[in-house]
């Protein structure tokens, strides 16, 4: 099953790292439940110069939502880290990669409450983008209480959901404001009790018992209190939806006003925080929906968006910290070549498509090409094959043609994955959901190619650490998220247990031994020449640097490899 070999494997952990070596990515309770419990599996022997990086998903801050991509501030997750875990992780020489949120914040972060405490008063209440200041002269004023704003400055403009992207909040003086939310929002109405309304409305304790039981089944029925019925009591009626609507909660993501020099002191603040922590590499999430204008598009604004990203990178060399751009968009429409030109890494967000692309049809033409313009316009890039959203398809749209990407579709689905639909919109695909492993049809023989071919193309490669162990599709994961739940195909947490009898499937060795080689072979080195050469299905990937050349020999039509080094 595995691939051949010309070099000596078993590198001591004292030889020296690339820099642009392997980047493992997972969640901080993906192995064991603690990101303690991953350092323990890093410290083991076998994990010896296996990855030069660790991509820590967010939800090793203090979160809410999204697992981990709605933060209400970015102190660890105590459940989850400590600062004595990310002192271990430096020991071992491996460096770190952590989120910013440009976009939003949690509802429940430290300046939405305040908001929500002191209304106009707070210090904080443009922090976030007030609907109805934004649009003011662009719209009408509507009946719900926010501005309708004309077509013609909205037809351009692109939402994640449907309708205006508004979340209703109540001010302590009872007014209610409109504030911008592009992402999750949940509304909670507490249920109550006899005594709460006998509070609220001077009913005695039999009647109030008695609203309480019916305004609590209408709750639990998802009813709104205004569409409430209060037949036979309509008495208590306002005092009623006054109470509920005075102490209800909230849930979601609200999008930052970047106009506001507070948001600018926390985009600082942040920056320091993980440069703290020891990330040296920042990704950007969500960065493309934060610069808005009325008539603008709302995702990609130019030239806000580069007028944001530069100032974030000015405030990112002061903690000489790197930026990662996360950004989806079709080849087409050339935006990953746009991003590296303005001097940022970019993800490489064709590579898992192209990949399965070139293995299910055993002809690596379409790496081949992807990989040469990736060298030749020098793009800096972060590869994955999987990762904790889905295998990208909007990013094909322009490379392969309609029909071949969707018999890439047909083909995951097949085999387990589920198709997401772009905000709701079907036909319009986003991406697929599926373990890469069960994409690959839980075939070893092919997860190894993909993996060896992804150690040789351009760029740093990342790690899903699902992928590395061959996880397959938890399809009761999904069942038990329920709605907007499909993502969790490919989140399963493993045991230790789970990870020390894997390590013994050859599958997982090989795995660990590519990705040992790509990260210790000077020939990788960040000035290496790439030189490709193809003969009918055999594909030759070499690298030279620093007098070492690797070489990969991949086999398209036999799936196939041969790895060797040498000194030139």
Known sequence: MTGSWLVVDGFPRERRQIMNGPMLNAYPDSIGGTLKDIL???EMPEFANVFESFYILPSIFNTDLDRGFSVIDYGLNEQLAS?????RLKALGIRLKLDFILNHA???????????????????????????????????????????????YTERMFFRKPGLPILMVRFPDGTEVPYWNTFYQEVIYRKVDEQDLMAAGGMQYFTAQKLAERINRQLGEGIAPKDMDFTGFETWRDDCIGHLEANRRYLGQMDLNIKSPLVWEHYERTLRQLADYGANIVRLDAFAYAPKEPGEKNFLNEP?????????????????????????AGYEEKIYELVAGKGYMTYDFFLPGLMIYAIEHQDGEVLVRWAKELYEKQIRTVNMLGCHDGIPLLDLKGFLKEEQIQELISVIVSRGGYVKDLHGQKNVYYQVNATYYSALGEDDKKMLFARAVQMFMPGKPQVWYLDLFAGKNDHAAVERAGAGGHKEINRTNLSLDQIRERLSDEVVTEQLRL?????TSEAFGPDAKLTIEQEGAVVKFIWESRGKRAVLAADFAELSYTVS???I
């Open 83 to 87: 600062e004595d875990d990310l002192r």
């Open 106 to 152: 949690s509802v429940l972060s430290k300046e939405f409450q305040d908001i929500i405490k002191n209304g106009q008063d707070s210090e904080y209440k443009d922090f976030f983008i007030n609907w109805n200041t934004f649009w003011e002269g662009c719209g009408e004023m509507g009946p719900e209480g926010y501005i309708i704003p004309e077509k013609r």
């Open 515 to 519: 990705l040992r080689f790509r990260n």
């Open 40 to 42: 323990d599996i890093l």
């Open 565 to 567: 080094e040498e000194t």
């Open 304 to 328: 806000g968006t580069w007028e944001l990203l530069e100032k974030v990178r000015q405030l990112a060399d002061k903690y000489q910290v790197s930026l990662l751009p996360e950004i989806h």
